[in-house]
């Protein structure tokens, strides 16, 4: 089974400081992707970042970082110098390579705090 | 720009009517997604499809079907309105398996059962 748990259903951080958002996933299949969105209260779905589970790096997208722990199965993303634009939720996604699927966690709701 | 394209971002229904949500992409897209959004579920995923006319079941299917007879659109169907099925709706595309590129989303419709 495919399951994606983000434990913080909502998360405040100040102005300026770095956050991290916790995912933590649960796949049998030995090759997948892993995905971060951000949605806004307006609703639109917009992809931050991407880590294949066998890149060796960690993903860098600006101010977004992925903090892979293959042994662990965590998939945490760090925000850094927090912006109040940052305010929004944030859905962890997973997609194994022999599905067709993207399986989602629950979200977090952050809120940056000036 | 890529585009996923909902054709309402707003709708109210009535109670036992036939409900038809539409979603068209502009990417060449093999696979299209709908899923639905409730507080505190995260995304669920209600039927996808990986070709033209093929689709299949996800994880919650039961009061809904689909249809896509062009590459391009994907429709999903409330056979029967219910209350319950008061939400916010996602269509998403993507490529193939195999390839390791984002899901794409539509802007959203959220639609209110009365």
């Known amino acids: 089974a495919q399951k994606i748990t983000q434990t913080q259903p909502g998360m405040f951080v100040q102005e300026k400081e770095a956050v991290t958002l916790d995912c933590t996933y649960d796949?049998?299949?030995?090759?997948?992707?892993l995905f971060w969105y951000k949605q806004p209260s307006s609703g639109e779905m917009i992809f931050l970042i991407y880590?294949?589970?066998?890149?060796?790096q960690n993903a860098t997208e600006g101010r977004y970082s992925l903090n892979f722990q293959k042994a662990r199965k965590s998939a945490n993303l760090v925000i850094s110098a927090s912006q109040l634009g940052d305010s929004a939720m944030y859905f962890c996604?997973?997609?194994?390579?022999?599905?067709?699927?993207?399986?989602f966690g629950s979200g977090t709701k952050l809120n940056v705090k000036p | 720009d890529v585009k996923v394209t909902q054709s309402s971002r707003y709708l109210v229904k009535r109670t036992g009517e036939k409900v038809f949500l539409e979603c068209v992409q502009d990417?060449?897209?093999?696979?299209m997604f709908w899923y639905r959004q409730d507080p505190g579920l995260g995304l669920r995923l209600i039927y996808f499809?990986?070709?033209?006319?093929?689709?299949e079941k996800g994880d919650i299917p039961e009061g809904y079907s689909v249809s896509r007879e062009k590459k391009e659109r994907f429709s999903l169907i409330l056979e029967s309105a219910s209350t319950n099925q008061t939400s916010m709706y996602l269509c998403?595309?993507?490529?193939?398996?195999?390839?390791?590129?984002?899901?794409?989303f539509g802007q959203g419709t959220r639609l209110t059962v009365v």
């Open positions: 998403a595309s993507s490529q193939s398996l195999g390839r390791w590129t984002e899901a794409f």
């Open positions: 796949t049998s299949d030995p090759s997948y992707g």
């Open positions: 880590q294949g589970s066998y890149d060796q």
């Open positions: 996604a997973m997609r194994p390579l022999n599905f067709n699927k993207f399986y």
């Open positions: 990417m060449d897209h093999e696979n």
């Open positions: 499809s990986y070709d033209v006319k093929m689709t």
